[in-house]
């Protein structure tokens, strides 16, 4: 029986590199600096309420939908806002973290990958733990906010599957998040 983790990562990593410019591992992309953040006017969340009324299960069930999830299931794994769904051969969970930015993402350099999600600045992790078939997707939401895609397959399936699955939900997601 093929594993779900063998069907998503393939899917996944040719999305992510379909969507963005990424360089050999541990070599990011050179991305321009943001320029300095504006005085708040009131018209612009702050970066501790930028996901205040965001049903994270909403957002994940929405862009996984039509694939065969059930209902995703809250999660506090990677933040206290977040999301996860399963089924056979795949899980795959979504975390939105108003505490900490892409910048605070630390990871192996090895195992990252700078590169966009619709124009916004991403971070493609393989292996995260060490595990093949597990990948995540760091979007940046602005200052110190931040969601993150995490794929794990099942059955040995490969990484880049798992990666294309992340970078494929991540796309779906960023435009049903608030603009920080």
């Known amino acids: 029986m093929l594993s ?5 990562i393939p899917m996944l990593a040719l ?3 379909a969507a963005c410019t990424v360089e050999g ?16 006017t009131g018209s612009s969340p702050s970066p501790r309420d930028i996901f205040a009324g965001v049903q994270v299960c909403e957002v994940l069930d929405g862009a996984v939908a039509g694939q065969g999830f059930p209902p995703g299931k809250f999660s506090d794994i990677g933040s206290d806002n977040g999301c996860r769904v399963e089924k056979t051969g795949i899980s795959l969970g979504m975390s939105l973290d108003d505490k ?3 910048d605070d993402f630390k990871v192996d350099p090895s195992k990252r990958f700078s590169g966009e999600v619709n124009g916004r600045r ?7 733990l060490g595990e093949v078939g597990d990948c995540q997707v760091a979007v940046d939401m602005g200052a110190n906010a931040r969601f993150i895609i995490t ?8 990484t880049d ?3 294309a699955q992340a970078t494929k939900t991540a796309q779906v997601v960023e435009p049903e998040l608030p603009k920080g």
């Not at 991403?122 to 995260?128: G, L, N, S, T």
């Not at 794929?151 to 490969?158: K, Q, T």
């Open 4 to 8: 779900l983790r063998t069907l998503v």
């Open 15 to 17: 999305a992510f590199l």
């Open 25 to 40: 591992p541990g070599n990011s992309v050179t991305v321009p600096a943001e320029p300095p953040a504006a005085e708040s």
């Open 100 to 102: 900490q930015g892409i």
């Open 122 to 128: 991403a971070f493609q992790v393989k292996e995260p």
């Open 151 to 158: 794929v794990a397959l099942g059955s040995n399936r490969p």
């Open 161 to 163: 599957e798992a990666c």
